[in-house]
C-alpha cells in the first residue's frame, strides 16, 4: 500500500509514520487501517473472468469465470484449500501422487513375499532352482520344535494335496517341514485352533508365505520402480503446475514444462516393465526397445522446452505428440505376443495393456477437444471441464498398468527366463 493510499484511508499523521513496510505483499502495512484498505485487499484476491485474464494465463476459452490471477506466492498455496476452477485440477493428481507413492511403498514391502495357491503349478520348476540348504537352515532356526498333535497328520495331508512335488524331493520331505511350523505360526495351534478346518488351510498359506521368500529368487525390479518413480513425478508436477501457475508469467513457464517433461516420463516409463520382462531373454530386442523409447521420451522433452510449444493453438500438436509416444509401444507388445501368445500371462497383460491404452487415448481426445465445456461455455468452470477428466483417466490408466506390472513380476519370478 502506497502512503497516498494510507493517507486515502484517513489514518493521522501519528498513525502513517507508525505504519511499517511488509517485505513479503510490498505494501505498507498501518496499525489501524481504514475501510479502504481492507476493501482494497478483499478485492486484490478476488476470482476474475476470462477477458480479465494477462496473455500467459488464457488457455481455454470456455472457462469463463473462477480464475486466479497474478496472486502472491503465500495466496496461491493456501488456494488449495478454496474453491476455484483449478481446485480439481490440482487435487485429482495429488491424490493419484499418494495413491502411487503408497502403491510403491506397498509393492517394496510385499513383492515378492507373497505366493498365491494358483502359482503351485509352477511349484516343481521354483523347486529346482531353491536353494534347499538356506532353506532347511532357515526354518530350523525359525522352527526348532513340535508338541506332538494329531491334527498335523492332516495339515501334511492337505499341504501335500496342494504341493504334489513334494514327494519328488526327498530332501525337502525329509525335513519335517509341517512338523516344525509351531514356533513360527503359535496362534495357528492353539487347542482350540487345531481343528478347525478354516484355519488348516489358512495355515497352507502361512506356509507358502514362509518358504516363498527362500524358494523364490526375484528379477530385478528396477523397470518396475522406474514406471512407478514416472508416475509419481508426472502426478506431482501435473498438481504443483496447476496451483502456481496463475502467480507470474516466468513461474508459469517454468511450470509448463515440467508438466510437458513428467507427461513425457509417465509415458516412457510405462513401457519399461512391458518390455524388459517380455524380453529380458533376448537382450538385442529389449536393448532396441528400450533405447527407443527413451530417446523418444527425451526428444519430447527437449520439444516442449520451445516457447512456442505453449501457445494455445498447439494445443492439438501437443496432444498428438504424446499421444504418437504412446502408440510407439504397440511394437513390442504385437511382439510379446507372438513370442508368448500360448502364455495365460501375456494374454492377460495385454489385456490390461489395451484398457491403459484406452483410458489414455481418451484422455487426449477430451483434453484436444475441450469437451465438455465446448457445449457450453461456463457451465463447467468449477467442475466437470476436459482437463479434470484428462487427469482421473491419466490415473485410471497408470493404474492399470500397475496391476499389469504384477502380473510381470510375478510371472518372471516364477519362470524366469
Not at 27 to 43: A, N, Q, S, T
Not at 136 to 145: A, I
Not at 205 to 233: K, Q, S
Request: glycine letters at 6%; hydrophobic letters at 45%; one cysteine or more.
Amino acid at each position: 500500500m502506497k502512503d497516498s493510499d494510507c493517507a486515502n484511508s484517513k489514518v493521522s499523521a501519528e498513525t502513517f509514520e507508525n505504519c511499517r513496510f511488509d517485505g513479503e505483499e510490498g505494501d505498507r502495512v498501518c496499525p489501524k487501517e481504514g475501510k479502504g484498505k481492507r476493501l482494497w485487499k478483499k478485492m486484490k484476491y478476488q476470482l476474475v473472468e476470462y477477458h480479465s485474464l494477462p496473455a500467459f494465463l488464457r488457455d481455454n476459452e470456455f472457462i469463463l469465470g473462477h480464475y486466479r490471477s497474478e496472486w502472491p506466492l503465500k495466496q496461491v498455496f493456501l488456494s488449495i484449500f478454496t474453491l476455484h476452477n483449478e481446485t480439481l485440477n490440482v487435487w485429482t493428481h495429488l491424490i493419484g501422487f499418494f495413491l502411487f507413492l503408497s502403491l510403491t511403498i506397498y509393492t517394496a514391502l510385499k513383492v515378492p513375499k507373497v505366493m498365491d495357491l494358483q502359482s503351485l503349478q509352477h511349484f516343481p520348476d521354483v523347486l529346482k532352482r531353491a536353494d534347499l540348504h538356506k532353506m532347511h537352515s532357515e526354518l530350523l532356526t525359525c522352527l526348532p520344535s513340535l508338541p506332538n498333535m494329531p491334527d498335523l497328520h492332516k495339515l501334511r495331508d492337505e499341504l501335500k494335496t496342494s504341493l504334489p512335488s513334494m514327494d519328488l524331493l526327498p530332501s525337502v520331505s525329509s525335513w519335517h517341514i509341517l512338523e516344525l511350523l509351531t514356533n513360527c505360526l503359535p496362534e495357528r495351534f492353539s487347542h482350540s485352533n487345531h481343528s478347525d478346518v478354516c484355519v488348516l488351510s489358512s495355515v497352507k498359506e502361512d506356509v507358502l508365505n514362509l518358504i516363498a521368500p527362500l524358494m523364490m529368487r526375484p528379477i530385478t525390479r528396477w523397470p518396475f520402480f522406474a514406471f512407478l518413480g514416472g508416475a509419481m513425478f508426472c502426478l506431482l508436477a501435473s498438481s504443483t503446475c496447476h496451483l502456481l501457475s496463475c502467480h507470474s508469467e516466468r513461474l508459469s513457464y517454468i511450470m509448463l514444462r515440467l508438466d510437458y517433461a513428467g507427461i513425457a516420463a509417465l509415458i516412457s516409463t510405462s513401457f519399461y516393465p512391458p518390455v524388459y520382462y517380455s524380453f529380458m531373454c533376448d537382450p538385442f530386442f529389449c536393448n532396441l526397445y528400450l533405447g527407443f523409447i527413451t530417446l523418444l521420451g527425451i526428444a519430447t522433452i527437449m520439444v516442449s522446452l520451445l516457447p512456442v510449444f505453449q501457445n494455445p493453438e498447439f494445443r492439438s500438436i501437443r496432444a498428438s505428440l504424446f499421444f504418437g509416444m504412446g502408440m510407439s509401444g504397440v511394437a513390442p507388445i504385437l511382439h510379446k505376443l507372438i513370442l508368448f501368445r500360448h502364455q495365460p500371462e501375456a494374454l492377460h497383460t495385454t489385456g490390461y495393456e489395451i484398457l491403459m491404452g484406452v483410458f489414455y487415448g481418451i484422455g487426449a481426445l477430451i483434453y484436444a477437444t475441450r469437451i465438455p465445456e465446448r457445449w457450453k461455455p461456463g457451465k463447467f468452470d468449477i467442475a466437470g471441464h476436459s482437463h479434470q477428466l484428462f487427469h482421473v483417466l491419466v490415473v485410471a490408466g497408470a493404474y492399470t498398468h500397475y496391476r499389469a506390472g504384477l502380473i510381470y513380476l510375478k510371472w518372471r519370478d516364477l519362470k524366469g527366463c
